[in-house]
T-cell receptor, first 116, second 112 residues
Framework: AQSVAQPEDQVNVAEGNPLTVKCTYSVSGNPYLFWYVQYPNRGLQFLLK??????LVKGSYGFEAEFNKSQTSFHLKKPSALVSDSALYFC??????????????FGSGTRLSIRP | DAGVIQSPRHEVTEMGQEVTLRCKPI?????LFWYRQTMMRGLELLIYFNNNVPIDDSGMPEDRFSAKMPNASFSTLKIQPSEPRDSAVYFC??????????FGEGSRLTVL
């Protein structure tokens, strides 16, 4: 069965500094990986995904993520953090295969706090 | 498109009452998911449908929970009878084949 781990409950970064939110995964076969963001009292919003191809994936709001197969990681990054990036971030993995019937499992979430 | 629409946004009920949460997925999406979010347990997958057929309901906590998808544009999650430990935010999400989920704004349930 697939699983995803976010080892940090909270990440604190000063505005303007680079940020990294960590994610590792376990899945049989090739992984399909996702990042989502959740603002208070809102649903989750899709940021970016890795399916195949270039290991560096660019997404919304200036975020990017790097797929590392040997380390089974998919860390979320941004070169310069904004206070408005403060939110809850979820990594997710989908079962291998492109079946329309496959499910997506989410990590426990990492709260990102950007101080001015 | 209006996105995934959930109702009600907030529900407060008493223990033992029946609760019905509703979801309208994005038109054309063929998979629908129900998740539950709590502080203690995070985001849990309860059940998901593909082409209106339940594929995996192993996350449904107890027989008190049931979900239906009578057609491609509507799904319900029912709790009967409700208990205080069911208090959570329940999310519905839908998906195209490309993989990413689109979430509704959630239904916040409080069982007293």
């Amino acid at each position: 069965a697939q699983s995803v781990a976010q080892p940090e409950d909270q990440v604190n970064v000063a505005e303007g500094n680079p940020l990294t939110v960590k994610c590792t995964y376990s899945v049989s076969g090739n992984p399909y990986l996702f990042w989502y963001v959740q603002y208070p009292n809102r649903g989750l919003q899709f940021l970016l995904k890795y399916i195949t191809g270039d290991n560096l994936v660019k997404g919304s709001y200036g975020f990017e993520a790097e797929f590392n197969k040997s380390q089974t990681s998919f860390h979320l990054k941004k070169p310069s953090a904004l206070v408005s990036d403060s939110a809850l971030y979820f990594c997710a993995v989908r079962e291998s295969g492109y079946s329309s019937a496959s499910k997506i499992i989410f990590g426990s979430g990492t709260r990102l706090s950007i101080r001015p | 498109d209006a996105g995934v629409i959930q109702s009600p946004r907030h529900e407060v009920t008493e223990m033992g009452q029946e609760v019905t949460l509703r979801c309208k997925p994005i038109s054309g999406h063929n998979s629908l998911f129900w998740y539950r979010q709590t502080m203690m347990r995070g985001l849990e997958l309860l059940i998901y449908f593909n082409n209106n057929v339940p594929i995996d309901d192993s996350g449904m906590p107890e027989d008190r929970f049931s979900a239906k998808m009578p057609n491609a544009s509507f799904s319900t999650l029912k709790i009967q009878p409700s208990e205080p430990r069911d208090s959570a935010v329940y999310f519905c999400a839908s998906r195209l084949l490309t993989g990413e989920l689109f979430f509704g704004e959630g239904s916040r349930l409080t069982v007293l």
